[in-house]
């Protein structure tokens, strides 16, 4: 801070509080909730409708255009959706500054990697075709 | 001092663990486990679809997991839960709009919940035996 800045740190935290920003999450988890409704259902009657089918049969539906734009929403809504949802169950139980730190670290690394994992099977079954 | 006395029977605060389970409580408490199992379920998604597209060997080696007892117990826990979950999820949305709060709405809710999520999973899975016992 400048020596001639007589302001306290307050004022670049003022405004930051819950109000601003503090409400991303929630309101990001009600958005993935409703996302999810479709989706799922969608993804339901996808698995059904692959049960049983042989590995051509499955990789021809998968990677045909609107079955694999439903699944990577799906993907990216659900995953999105989970992180949040683990991040609260984490704050809830995990009171240990530093296990609580590994954890959400954790969360997100898993949340990611099987989001990208699934969005890139899909996409590799898509261009396959 | 050696005439101390014990310390006075003071009424505690109330304890979860005092409650009676209640079923809008017991509710909440599945909605959350569902949401932890879903968690680790998304693993058996991306499997699936790594290896479909990987190779017919691959994908083989997720159709005997599923064909099996364990398998099949796997996935009918994790239908019963995305149902659940999604169910649960719409519930809290009717929540969000101030609704549903009322002491007969809230019970009514949660049964039209539990109800739900089990008569739909095993119309699911009715509709999935069918649909593997027909022709292909």
Redesign the interface.
């Known amino acids: 801070m400048a020596f001639r800045d007589m302001s306290t740190p307050l004022k670049h935290v003022r405004g930051l509080g819950p109000a601003k920003s503090g409400t991303e999450q929630f309101w990001r988890q ?1 958005l993935t ?2 996302a ?2 479709p989706l ?1 259902i969608a993804f ?1 009657l996808i698995v ?2 692959l ?9 021809q539906i ?1 990677g045909s255009p609107l079955i694999a734009i439903i ?1 990577l929403l799906f ?1 990216i809504s ?2 999105t959706h ?1 992180r949040i ?2 991040q609260v ?1 984490i704050e809830d139980y995990v009171h240990d500054e530093a296990r609580k730190f590994i954890l959400l670290i954790a969360n997100t690394f ?1 949340a990611v990697a ?1 989001g990208l ?2 969005a ?3 996409l ?2 898509s261009f ?1 075709v | 001092m050696a005439d101390a006395k014990a310390p006075a029977e003071r009424p505690l605060s109330p304890h979860l663990f005092i409650y009676k389970p209640m079923l809008t409580m017991m509710m909440s408490i599945v909605h959350r486990i569902t949401g932890g199992a879903l968690y680790f379920g998304t693993l058996l998604v991306a499997w699936w679809l790594i290896a479909a597209a990987s190779s017919p060997k691959a994908y083989a080696g997720v159709g005997s997991f599923i064909n099996s007892f364990f398998g099949r117990v796997i996935l009918f826990g994790y239908t019963w839960a995305l149902v659940h979950h999604m169910l649960g999820g719409i519930r809290h949305l009717i929540w969000d709009t101030g609704r549903g709060f009322g002491p007969h709405e809230r019970e009514w809710l949660a049964m039209a919940t539990l109800v739900g999520s089990i008569s739909l999973t095993i119309v699911i899975w009715i509709v999935g035996y069918l649909f593997i016992g027909g022709p292909r």
């Open positions: 009600r909730a409703i999810n409704v799922v339901v059904v409708a049960l049983g089918r042989n590995h051509a049969a499955v990789v998968l699944m993907i659900v995953t989970m949802g683990m169950i898993f099987v994992a699934s890139f099977a899909i590799m079954l396959k």
